[in-house]
């Protein structure tokens, strides 16, 4: 069983930055890719960003290309979401995930999640 635990969230104002942190306890990461996915009041979740488990391959959501960054440390057992140049809307709650790609479907294991709130 993978537990994931993300931190790092908090409240900024627009353009501000972030970084986002998701470490596993218990079992590693493993082989897996993992992604971060976030949800804002009222909507669906919506995929950020993922990567291999090597960290050679990333995916970057549209909405946040150039901007957001998704890196990871296999020895710490963590995955990174730099959020840079921060907008209202990224307002939401940020999850990460193991196993899977670019939807939420494919995802096996979830963490709890951390609040990111942007204000203008």
């Known amino acids: 069983q993978v537990q994931l635990v993300e931190s790092g969230g908090g409240l900024g104002q627009a353009g501000d930055s972030l970084r986002l942190s998701c470490t596993a306890s218990?079992?590693?990461?493993?082989?897996?890719?993992t992604g971060w996915f976030r949800q804002a009041p009222g909507k669906e979740r919506e995929f950020v960003a993922a990567?291999?488990?090597?960290?050679?391959?990333?995916l970057v959501a549209d909405s946040v290309k150039g901007r957001f960054t998704i890196s990871r440390d296999n020895a710490k057992f963590t995955v990174y979401l730099e959020m840079n140049s921060l907008k209202p809307e990224d307002t939401a709650a940020y999850y990460c995930?193991?196993?899977?790609?670019?939807?939420?479907?494919?995802?096996?294991?979830w963490g709890q999640g951390t609040q990111v709130t942007v204000s203008s």
């Open positions: 995930a193991v196993g899977g790609w670019a939807t939420a479907e494919q995802y096996d294991y």
């Open positions: 990567i291999t488990w090597t960290g050679e391959g990333t």
């Open positions: 218990g079992r590693t990461l493993g082989r897996y890719p």
